[in-house]
Structure formats: structure tokens, C-alpha cells
């Protein structure tokens, strides 16, 4: 059983930065970031792969969010720099023992409750 817990969220100005935290009880290989904005698709935001320290970033933020394992918290973080108001949505994480399209929701088993971003103009 794995269970997610994202933290982070909240509201900031354009520009402005947050930083999220998903800290898991068990372990999955694969983990992932997705936003949903209500009435849309859940969209794939960052993966990372535990093992092997990989990570791929949505063209959409490629420039502005990084993902990675912070160790000494056994988390994993999607730091957003230069946030924009279309950034805004619930953000979710997502661990998987396998995927292959790594931003695909529905190669995720497990996810958290999610945690809510608003950037204002």
C-alpha cells in the first residue's frame, strides 16, 4: 500500500515561486507530478525515476519546474520558479513501480489528495 501526501501548495503572485513536496509511505520506483484544472485533463507536469535519478519535464514548464528527490526528507519536490496565472490548478503526485509514457496519468497507481496552487496576475 502506498500512500501520497503532497504539501506546498498555496497562492503567490506572477514570478513568484512555490515549491511542493510529496513525501510517500512505500516506495515506487516512479514518481510524477500532474495539475487539473477543473473541467480539463489532468495533465503531466514531471516524472522522476528513483533509481536512476532521471527526470523529464513537460515542454509547457520545461523552463520554470525541476523535479528531484530531496534525500535527508524522502521526498519528492517540484520546485516551480516564475509562476504564471495559467499555472494555476491542483497539483497532484503520482508513483508508479512502472511506466512507459512517464506523463501519461494512467500509468500511475497511486496518487495523493493534492494540493492547490493559485498565482494571481
Known amino acids: 500500500q502506498v500512500q501520497l501526501v503532497e504539501s506546498g501548495g498555496g497562492s503567490v503572485q506572477a514570478e513568484g515561486s512555490l515549491r511542493l513536496s510529496c513525501a510517500g509511505s512505500g516506495s515506487r520506483r516512479f514518481m510524477a507530478w500532474f495539475r487539473q484544472v477543473p473541467g480539463k485533463e489532468r495533465e503531466g507536469v514531471a516524472h522522476?525515476?528513483?533509481?536512476?535519478?532521471?527526470?523529464y519535464v513537460a515542454d509547457s514548464v520545461k523552463d520554470r519546474f525541476t523535479i528531484f528527490r530531496d534525500n535527508a526528507q524522502n521526498t519528492v519536490v517540484l520546485h516551480m520558479d516564475s509562476l504564471k496565472p495559467e499555472d494555476t490548478a491542483m497539483y497532484y503526485c503520482?508513483?508508479?513501480?512502472?511506466?512507459?509514457?512517464?506523463?501519461?496519468?494512467?500509468?500511475?497507481?497511486?496518487w495523493g489528495q493534492g494540493t492547490q496552487v493559485t498565482v494571481s496576475s
Open positions: 503520482a508513483a508508479s513501480e512502472w511506466v512507459r509514457d512517464v506523463l501519461r496519468q494512467s500509468e500511475y497507481a497511486y
Open positions: 522522476i525515476d528513483i533509481v536512476s535519478g532521471g527526470t
